[in-house]
């Protein structure tokens, strides 16, 4: 699987912004699907994600985005969103889009993984 983000983009504090991410690569209904994003200075963190059609999960949101973020995708166009509204500048980070094989019921902790990873885009918020 290749992934393929994009969507970032330079915006005020309040904006929104739509992050899309286009996967080649047979079966893409059955991955898992995520959003991460890293600021500098900080560690990843798993934003967002949505399980596949084979998967055992709900859906996750980090706290922090809970209310203003949402993720979805469209299978028959292979593509996963990440639709951010009132954007803050701590929302400021590289993001990018993952994807694992449905093995997994959690998202966080050991047995979380993610097998494949796109190449990130900038989000920048400014105040």
């Known amino acids: 699987v290749q992934l393929q983000a994009s969507g970032g983009g330079l915006v005020q504090a309040g904006d929104s912004l739509r992050l899309s991410c286009a996967a080649s690569?047979?079966?893409?209904?059955?991955?898992?699907m995520g959003w991460f994003r890293r600021a500098p200075g900080k560690e990843r963190e798993l934003v967002a994600a949505?399980?596949?059609?084979?998967?055992?999960?709900?859906?996750y949101y980090l706290d922090s985005v809970k209310g203003r973020f949402t993720i979805s995708r469209d299978n028959a166009k292979s593509t996963v969103y990440l639709q951010m509204n009132s954007l803050k500048p701590e929302d400021t980070a590289v993001y990018y889009c993952?994807?694992?094989?449905?093995?997994?019921?959690?998202?966080?902790?050991?047995?979380?993984?993610?097998?494949?990873w796109g190449q990130g885009t900038q989000v920048t918020v400014s105040s």
């Open positions: 993952a994807a694992r094989r449905p093995r997994y019921r959690d998202w966080l902790g050991p047995r979380s993984e993610f097998d494949y």
């Open positions: 949505i399980g596949g059609s084979d998967s055992d999960t709900t859906t």
């Open positions: 690569g047979r079966a893409f209904a059955i991955y898992d």
